[in-house]
């Protein structure tokens, strides 16, 4: 996998790894929404975070662990993936 993370493959993620259902649509419609409108806790983030390092199998980093919305969670792990690329 080379990426990039959707917002469909973001949205399937927090259902699976904090067993959240968010509106993929609503999270790309909303560049403000943080994650804490979506029920998402700093817990929830890093296991996002370790399962994109293991399905793109390199690290991620600190900067994506802060993030406080999707779109900027987003901008960080794509960002990161095309620099590995």
């Known amino acids: 996998m080379n990426g990039p993370v959707t ?17 993929p649509g ?3 419609n909303r560049p403000e929404a943080t994650f ?7 817990l929830g983030l890093l296991g996002i975070v370790s399962e994109l390092e293991n399905r793109y199998g ?7 662990d802060s993030c406080k919305t999707p779109h900027s969670f987003l901008q960080s792990v794509n960002a990161q993936l095309t620099l590995g690329a």
């Open 36 to 42: 804490e409108e979506f029920n998402l806790d700093s």
């Open 58 to 64: 390199r690290q991620i980093g600190d900067e994506a």
């Open 7 to 23: 917002f469909d493959e973001l949205a399937s993620l927090m259902r699976g790894r904090a067993g959240l259902s968010v509106d």
């Open 26 to 28: 609503e999270m790309e």
